[in-house]
């Protein structure tokens, strides 16, 4: 039995229960309750009803008669997260894939409806496992947000002092706002959803920093925690004309010397190419992805070290070992990689893999949750169906600390998928990303 006590913090909820049926409605008013006690709306509120019926009535049914379910609802102001942890040996996992179909004709089959409900309903699923068969997943709900509507964007050539401003939410929210209405290319979603990038802010999981010009917002950049340990950064977005780089490098110069006193050891950003970028960052690698309209477009990977790297070891093999001592010597990283000693015969029958959709980029992001024995199926399988709903773009990011990941290497490599490039400390360790082709080496 899982005994390690639940850690509350502000803006939680969370309780242990007896796992099994007749505790079911009490996890359920639980979420209900809670959600509706952080402010969330019914609609909101109720897919991860929904998440918690499903996955308890099914998990409920395999644990055995002791065992507990630990909950926590906590509310990060944009999103509501649903943590359950539990203890299982060996849990089906088999319908979180998108690939799973239910066969109406099959008794088995239909039992997986719950779980696969459960996890198209929510916005985003994540799972880990720990020690004594422990198992943890994690769901979350965005809040429901408008889209951005056009806003009047300032005259090109404006001639009043430039002056950098630390925002408030009103004003991250109208500078979202502003962004869509510029169709910015390479935005994330909270900026097409102006009330996600205010509420974001409020919460402190973005800042930002604006640039003004008079009453005009000219332009501005946001930064996020992409980990524990490194930030990504959004922009500069700029609305007049900048002909001597003059506002993005007053933004840049003052984004980095604020990121730098944080206690974060890098920064990066991924997005289109960076003027002048040798001042702010190092290149570590740029992506082509085919647009919806057949052009070309590509995504520049750059980074900035603020930190001394303490090292660390990997644990994987070929091709990526051979990538990772390739980047790891290119970037002067202190890091050991040491071969990946596994026994097929533990892996779990089933893999899982969790998909992001960009359709704006007909780009697929897919990340692994969960290591099994149909790695290479599993990918080809999720290949053919993205396809087939017309996307055209394919990336897999692969987190370096986490073997569950490493795992996949070899897969990836029978599937098609080719490591591009490695982010130093943007996961549990670095993060790799591969994309699907036949290019060789960076662009």
């Known amino acids: 039995m899982y005994k390690q006590p639940i850690t509350s913090k502000p803006g939680s909820v969370t309780a242990r229960l007896p796992f099994s049926a007749s505790f079911l409605p009490l996890a359920m008013e639980l979420v209900a309750k809670g959600a509706g006690g952080f402010g969330y709306k019914d609609r909101e509120a109720s897919s991860l009803v929904l998440a918690m019926e499903e996955l308890f009535s099914f998990y409920a049914r395999q644990v055995a008669g002791d065992s507990v379910l630990e909950i926590i609802l906590e509310d990060q102001g944009y999103r509501l997260a649903l943590t359950l942890a539990f203890q299982m040996a060996h849990p089906d996992l088999r319908a979180f ?55 009047a964007l300032p005259p090109p050539d404006l001639t009043q002092a430039i002056r950098l401003v630390a925002p408030s939410a009103d004003d991250v929210r109208h ?34 920093l604006l640039a003004n010009s008079g009453d005009w917002i000219i332009g501005g950049v946001l930064w996020r925690p992409l980990t524990d340990t490194c930030l990504e950064l959004y922009g500069p977005y700029l609305f007049t004309n900048d002909p001597d780089d003059l506002v993005l490098t007053l933004l840049l110069d003052e984004a980095i010397g604020r990121i730098a006193r944080s206690a974060y050891r890098g920064v990066l950003r991924r997005q289109g190419a960076l003027a002048r970028h040798e001042r702010f960052f190092d290149f570590l690698g740029d992506l082509e992805l085919q647009g919806v309209d057949g052009m070309t477009k590509h995504c520049v990977y750059y980074y900035r070290q603020l930190r001394e790297d303490s090292g660390g070891v990997v644990y994987c093999n070929d091709p990526l070992a051979a990538f990772l001592h390739t980047q790891y010597e290119r970037l002067c990283l202190p890091r050991q990689v040491r071969a990946r000693v596994s026994d097929d015969a ?61 795992a996949f290497a070899g897969p990836l490599a029978d599937t098609g998928f080719v490591p591009r490039l490695l982010v130093p400390d943007a996961g549990l360790g670095d993060l790799v990303i591969y994309d699907h082709g036949a290019r060789d080496g960076l662009s």
């Not at 720990?130 to 997943?137: I, K, P």
């Not at 935005?187 to 509420?199: I, Q």
């Not at 080809?380 to 370096?400: C, D, K």
């Open 346 to 406: 533990q892996l779990r029958d089933t893999s899982v893999l969790a998909i992001e959709l960009e359709q704006a980029r007909s780009l697929a992001i897919i990340r692994p949750l969960c290591a099994g024995k149909d790695m290479a199926t599993n990918l080809a399988a999720h290949l053919e169906l993205l396809r087939r709903n017309g996307i055209s773009n394919f990336q897999v990011e692969i987190n370096t600390g986490r073997g569950d990941d490493t």
């Open 97 to 151: 894939n998108l690939t799973w179909r239910v066969n109406p004709d099959n008794e088995e089959s239909l039992e997986m409806l719950g779980p696969m409900l459960a996890a198209r309903t929510v916005s985003s699923l994540r799972m880990d496992f720990g020690a004594d068969e422990l198992v943890v997943l994690r769901v979350t709900r965005d809040r429901d947000y408008a889209p951005a509507r056009n806003v």
């Open 175 to 208: 500078f979202a706002a502003m962004t869509a209405s510029s169709s910015a290319t390479f935005m994330p979603k909270f900026l097409t959803r102006p009330g996600m990038a205010a509420d974001m802010f409020a919460a402190g999981h973005l800042h930002a």
